[in-house]
C-alpha cells in the first residue's frame, strides 16, 4: 500500500502531485461506475428472467383453479339438486337395505335347511314306523 504524506494545514502539495491524486480517483470512480453498471445490467437481466418465470406460474396456476373448479362444478351436478348430503343419505339406506337382504336371505336358507332336515327325520320315522307295522303283522 502507498504510503501518503500527512500534509500540513498550511502547507499544500504540488500541482503534479495532486493530478496524480486526482487521476486515481477519477480511474477508481471510473471502475466503480463500470461495475454497478454491469451489475446493474445483470439485476435487470436476472429480473426480467423472474418476472417471466412469475407470469408463467401465475397463467399454470389460473389454468389449473379453472379446471378444478369445473370437475368439482360437474361433480356438483351429478348430485339430485346438488346436494352431496341427500345423495349420502341415498347411499346410506341402500347399504342398510342390502344388509337387510342379506340377513333375510340367510334367515331363510337357515329355516330351509333346518325345515328339511325335520321333514327328513319325519320320513325316516315314517318309514321306520311302516317297517315296523309289516313286520309285526
Not at 55 to 68: D, G, I, P, Y
Not at 76 to 90: G, M, N, Q, S, T
Not at 113 to 122: A, C, E, N
Request: glycine share 2%.
Amino acid at each position: 500500500m502507498p504510503t501518503v504524506k500527512k500534509v500540513k494545514k498550511n502547507q499544500s502539495r504540488p500541482v503534479s502531485e495532486r493530478r496524480k491524486i486526482d487521476f486515481i480517483i477519477l480511474d477508481t470512480l471510473q471502475n466503480f461506475k463500470e461495475e454497478s453498471d454491469k451489475w446493474r445490467q445483470e439485476a435487470s437481466e436476472n429480473l426480467e428472467v423472474v418476472k417471466k418465470e412469475v407470469q408463467t406460474l401465475q397463467q399454470n396456476l389460473f389454468e389449473f383453479k379453472t379446471s378444478e373448479e369445473s370437475r368439482i362444478k360437474k361433480l356438483e351436478e351429478a348430485f339430485p339438486e346438488e346436494d352431496l348430503a341427500v345423495h349420502r343419505h341415498y347411499h346410506e339406506l341402500i347399504s342398510n337395505k342390502e344388509k337387510c337382504d342379506a340377513n333375510l336371505k340367510q334367515n331363510i336358507k337357515e329355516r330351509l335347511i333346518t325345515g328339511g332336515l325335520w321333514s327328513l327325520l319325519v320320513l325316516i320315522g315314517l318309514a321306520l314306523w311302516e317297517y315296523a307295522k309289516t313286520s309285526i303283522k
